[in-house]
Nanobody, 123 residues
Framework: VQLQACGGGFVQPGDSLTLVCTAS????????MGWFRQAPGKGREYVAI???????AYQGAVAGRFTISRDNFKRTLYLRMNSLKPEDSALYYC??????????????????WGQGTLVTVSS
């Protein structure tokens, strides 16, 4: 599967953005989908996960502000980000994993990655 992410930008604290990740190839319904991010000088961290069913999970720092969703018909993954903070600034990646039995919070278990979209939150 090939992933293409977009939707990043430069926004002020408190603003909102929606990241979009479109998939081509593969069977989208069968993939665990995740959003990860990496800030300058920091390691990659998971942001939100959407399993193949309705289950979702969020990193504590974004819970209540971010919403992950997937449209299997459109083969698209979304990340709605509200109340953005400067510490949310990072390169955001979408990723897909076929390994249902793996730790979905570990990016090393994802075989497919989008190219990243940059989010900068600053006043």
């Amino acid at each position: 599967v090939q992933l293409q992410a977009c939707g990043g930008g430069f926004v002020q604290p408190g603003d909102s953005l929606t990241l979009v990740c479109t998939a081509s190839g593969g069977t989208f319904n069968n993939y665990i989908m995740g959003w990860f991010r990496q800030a300058p000088g920091k390691g990659r961290e998971y942001v939100a996960i959407a399993w193949t069913g309705d289950a979702k999970a969020y990193q504590g720092a974004v819970a209540g502000r971010f919403t992950i969703s997937r449209d299997n018909f459109k083969r698209t993954l979304y990340l709605r980000m509200n109340s953005l903070k400067p510490e949310d600034s990072a390169l955001y990646y979408c990723a897909a994993s076929e390994n249902q039995g793996s730790n979905a919070f570990d990016g090393n278990n994802y075989a497919y990655w989008g190219q990243g979209t940059l989010v900068t939150v600053s006043s």
